[in-house]
């Protein structure tokens, strides 16, 4: 689990040399060893024969070169989940106003890249890999309300409520998807239970947490009833 958790630290810097000093510390948060440089050089042989296995010796020693101040590894265009996701996120982002079809399509294949929490055998194994690890849940369930935004910019109410629905209840406080249900429901004729879900949710706040919905989320269920008495009039 060492080395993976290594092979991790360095990935999250894939291209940068990352110093042994820091290595050491992070995967020996409790107190490094006597032996903690002697220690990471065996873990970095390990990860070195793994990769010769996969690419050869030639390229392992390629993509896993070191220094005398530390290590680093290489990845090539599209080899790193994450760094894919990241792009596909940004092109989606520029094109979003203008084709808003594409840009989801982006969001979806960036989002089908995710097979698990991230991190999730390592990320308690240094601080390094848990911060980065709680990083990229939010970079994802951002994603989720960007991609959830353009399908109801498009009018896919009614398809969207079922996914909302089980986001709301992977995600209870993430205000932004009550909303986007809320408006998804509101969307399609069901104001009524628009209201009601806001109401229970309110309470829920007010009772756990001794707060109020914020007032963009409250708007927009003021604006929804609003436009259901503009309708009817």
Excluded at 8 to 21: D, F, I, Q, R, Y
Excluded at 74 to 94: C, I, W, Y
Aim: a negative charge; proline letters at 3%.
């Amino acid at each position: 689990m060492q080395r993976r958790a290594l092979f991790a630290l360095l990935l999250l810097n894939a291209g940068k040399t990352v110093s042994c000093e820091q290595l050491i510390s992070e995967l020996w948060p409790s107190g490094v060893p006597s032996c903690g440089s002697n220690a990471l050089q065996a873990h970095m042989t390990r990860l070195r024969r793994d990769l010769e296995r996969c690419f050869g010796v030639e390229e392992a020693a390629t993509r896993l070169p070191s220094s005398r101040t530390g290590y680093s590894v290489h990845v090539g265009p599209g080899e790193l989940d994450l760094e894919v996701f990241n792009t596909l996120r940004s092109e989606a982002r520029a094109i979003s106003e203008s084709d808003p079809a594409a840009a989801a399509e982006m969001l979806r294949q960036a989002l089908a890249l995710w097979r698990g929490p991230a991190l999730y055998d390592v990320r308690d194994r240094t601080s390094c890999l848990y911060a980065a690890a709680m990083q990229e849940e939010e970079h994802y369930a951002l994603t989720l309300e960007e991609l959830v935004e353009l399908e109801l910019r498009q009018g896919n109410h009614e398809r969207m409520i079922g996914w909302l629905k089980a986001l709301t209840e992977r995600y209870p406080y993430r205000e932004k998807l009550l909303e986007q249900l809320i408006v998804a429901l509101g969307g399609t004729g069901r104001k009524v239970e628009a209201a009601d879900l806001f109401r229970r949710m309110r309470s829920e706040m007010v009772e756990q947490f001794g707060v109020d919905p914020s007032v963009r989320l409250s708007k927009a269920v003021q604006s929804m009833l609003e436009d259901d008495l503009a309708t009817e009039k």
